[in-house]
């Protein structure tokens, strides 16, 4: 199965809805990731992959059952197959620059490929290799958003059509009408798809902030488990990171700010450093020797105010 992957759209014009689906890729900025293998608590395994502004997606790229990052650079995807620290395992390239990506397991090998979606066409690949589509199908709407899950458990991933909050599922990889269709939340939601309880069938999952609201079943109805992680501005998706045959929620954030450099301390006033300064250019004694201690690390007296080098400038003055 897929990972889910949260804050895409794939969608013609790409702003139609915040929905998160299933095999998109993961949104935001950042090069370091946080995975829990819980619905609760913090993250068992972080890691780094790529550059901060990298398209990422997840997905089963070695047939192994836990999902792993990928790089999309253009037309060409680089590939790890742990979620670890490092280079790429292994490249290939498909599609063009701009084409919408999505991710799954198409013909059920239990390995994750590349779907191109140009308007409401899908060109199937069945490996992780530079070549054409192995098949062409139509669906939906050109501006849809799509989703992508296993919805029948038949290891085989395929295309569900969001619209607001009604959902068409399709059962196949094929041209046709949807096999059925589902509401679930609110039009404006955040969507992820996951397997939640390991029953080999894909579901949805509501996002609103840090609160998670999962569905067992692609029927409409409340939700089964809420749980609450991460932060509200945190970028979500959704995978199974170890492989035990549920999916849990992962986060990409952006690298930290570095603090901003102190203030320079304030200069004495005064004149800039030069020969010709002399007491004359200082109202009191005070701000003589302000101006003496100042600039005397980096140009020694300068103007000689100090003339008896006791370490008191312009002595005269009031």
């Known amino acids: 199965m897929v990972a889910g ?13 915040p929905a998160s689906a299933q095999g998109d890729p993961v949104g935001g900025r950042g090069s370091t990731y946080y995975l829990n293998d819980l619905f609760t608590g913090s993250a068992n395994n972080v890691f780094t992959y790529g550059d901060a502004s990298d398209v ?125 269709t589902f509401g679930y939340g609110d039009p404006g939601d955040v969507v992820h798809v996951g397997d939640w309880d390991g029953n080999s069938t894909d579901t949805l999952a509501v996002r609103r902030g840090i609160g998670y609201y999962l569905r067992n079943s692609t029927t409409s109805g409340a939700a089964d488990v809420v749980f609450s992680y991460g932060n509200p501005d945190d970028v979500a998706f959704t995978g199974d990171w170890n492989g035990d045959g549920s999916d849990t929620i992962g986060v990409r954030r952006p690298p930290v700010a570095p603090a901003p450099a102190p203030a320079p301390a304030p200069g004495p006033g005064g004149p800039a450093p030069a020969s010709n300064v ?41």
């Open 56 to 180: 990422i997606y997840f997905g089963d790229w070695d047939g192994n059952g836990s999902d792993t990052p990928m790089i999309q650079r253009g037309s060409t995807f680089f590939v790890r197959n742990s979620n670890s620290s490092g280079g790429a395992d292994y490249t290939f390239s498909y599609g063009d620059p701009g084409d919408a990506v999505l991710v799954g397991d198409w013909d059920g090998d239990g390995t994750d490929t590349l779907t191109v979606k140009r308007g409401s066409t899908f060109f199937v690949k069945n490996s992780t290799t530079t070549g054409v589509a192995d098949s062409v199908i139509g669906y939906g709407d050109p501006g849809d958003v799509v989703l992508v899950g296993d919805w029948n458990g038949d290891g085989i991933d395929t295309f569900t059509v969001r619209r607001q909050s009604t959902f068409f599922v399709k059962d196949s990889i094929s041209t046709g009408a949807a096999d059925y």
């Open 278 to 318: 002399n007491c004359g250019n200082f109202p009191t004694h005070a701000a003589a020797q302000a101006w003496y201690i100042y600039y005397l690390p980096t140009y020694g007296d300068i103007a000689q105010l100090d003339r008896d080098n006791d370490g008191s400038a312009c002595e005269t003055l009031p």
């Open 5 to 17: 992957v949260a804050l895409g759209t794939v969608a013609a014009g790409l702003g139609a809805l």
